[in-house]
């Protein structure tokens, strides 16, 4: 509100309030209504935001000045060195009344704006630092896809034995610096998209197709049966789930079989993933899922299945991993129904 308006409004609020005072007083015969003009005073001393604000109190001591003439009349002017008093003293009494709720008007806007000021700022630093995240992210991306290149130039070279086992681990560290980056992306995907209903059958026959394309040679047979139409929820991301799982059966545990089969609660999904590989020892399940933990040091980064929990974790869900009736290893999802 513009500072014309508060003024209008103010003299609107004297206004009003003085028609109400001055009906007391006649209806009751007695002056003590004319104490009301405090109130308008505070109300309308709310209406700025200044220490030293005089405004109002002098229109509560003009109308004042107004009403007691109104109600006193005759008598009013007969004592008019103390009628005069009196309202220099109201006046006093006004004023410090103005500069008291000016002062706390003031404070509140202060604290108000180092407050908006604090978020925006807060908002900002967030930004900056997602900004440079994910700058980095894509630019070590970019220049560890250049040292890629220069490495497969190798290839054209007759290197001897002990040069080529020293290449073939820079190319291992190569691709896990890849993997890392494309997963901690995964996650900051997963957790900006949020919640959605999702067709979970349609997401383990892409996440089936995409594994099988990783594994050709490997002669790994897939076993799903699912009941169809069924929809959770969860996100686009969904299918890191399940091929994280697979990649993990075909990678680590030297299966040749994996059984996907769907059990419907009442209120959730769960889908039982086994295979027929070595399995995973009691004393390792509870750790599995721990971020940097691996059973194959030489081809693994211990960030699959943390990324399974971490996805289930953000989409409401959870996984469980036992032991499967086929010798290996069995990993139950859960998913709400959508």
Same mark, same amino acid.
């Given at each position: 509100m513009g500072l014309w308006k508060k003024i209008l409004v103010t003299i609107l609020v004297f206004l009003i309030f003085g028609f109400v005072i001055y009906y007391l007083t006649m209806i009751s015969n007695r002056g003590q209504p004319l104490f009301l003009v405090f109130l308008p005073l505070i109300v309308t001393s709310g209406f700025y935001i200044k220490k030293w604000n005089f405004f109002?109190? *002098?229109?509560?001591?003009?109308?004042?000045?107004?009403?007691?003439?109104?109600?006193?009349?005759?008598?009013? %002017?007969?004592? &008019?060195?103390?009628?005069?008093?009196?309202?220099? &003293? %109201?006046f006093v009494l006004f004023s410090v009344i103005s500069i008291l709720i000016g002062h706390v008007n003031v404070s509140y806007e202060e604290l108000r704006k180092e407050r908006n000021k604090e978020i925006i700022n807060r908002k900002e630093a967030e930004? @900056?630092?997602? %900004?440079?995240?994910?700058?980095?992210?894509?630019?070590?991306? @970019?220049?560890?896809? =250049?040292?890629?290149?220069?490495?497969?130039?190798? !290839?054209?070279f007759d290197l001897p034995e002990e040069a080529e086992e020293y290449l073939s681990l820079t190319r291992d560290g190569l691709e896990g610096g890849i993997e890392i980056i494309q997963k901690v992306r995964t996650l900051r995907e997963a957790q900006e998209e949020g919640i959605k209903e999702v067709e979970i059958d349609s997401v *383990?026959?892409?996440?089936?197709?995409? =594994?099988? +394309?990783?594994?050709?040679? @490997?002669?790994?047979? %897939? !076993?799903?049966?699912?009941?169809?139409?069924?929809? =959770?929820?969860?996100?686009?991301?969904?299918?890191?789930?399940?091929?994280?799982?697979?990649?993990?059966?075909?990678?680590?545990?030297?299966?040749?079989? &994996?059984?996907?089969?769907?059990?419907? +609660?009442?209120?959730?999904?769960?889908?039982? *993933?086994?295979? @027929? +590989?070595?399995? &995973?020892?009691d004393g390792k399940k509870d750790r599995i899922f721990d971020r940097g933990y691996t059973t194959d040091e030489e081809r693994g980064l211990g960030l699959g299945m943390f990324l399974?929990?971490?996805?289930?974790?953000?989409?409401?869900?959870?996984?469980?991993v036992k032991d499967s009736e086929l010798g290996g290893a069995r990993f139950d999802v859960y998913l709400q129904k959508a």
């Open positions: 109002p109190s *002098i229109i509560g001591a003009l109308f004042l000045l107004i009403l007691s003439i109104l109600y006193y009349g005759q008598q009013f %002017f007969d004592m &008019i060195y103390a009628s005069l008093l009196n309202l220099l &003293i %109201f930004e @900056n630092k997602e %900004f440079l995240h994910s700058l980095l992210r894509h630019d070590v991306r @970019n220049k560890l896809q =250049v040292v890629r290149g220069y490495l497969e130039l190798f !290839d054209d *383990i026959s892409d996440a089936v197709d995409e =594994v099988r +394309g990783l594994t050709e040679g @490997n002669d790994v047979e %897939f !076993d799903v049966e699912c009941s169809g139409g069924c929809k =959770v929820l969860a996100g686009s991301l969904l299918d890191r789930v399940f091929s994280n799982i697979f990649e993990n059966a075909v990678q680590h545990s030297d299966c040749s079989k &994996i059984r996907v089969r769907e059990v419907m +609660g009442e209120d959730e999904v769960n889908c039982k *993933i086994e295979d @027929n +590989g070595k399995g &995973i020892p399974v929990e971490v996805l289930l974790e953000t989409y409401a869900g959870s996984v469980e």
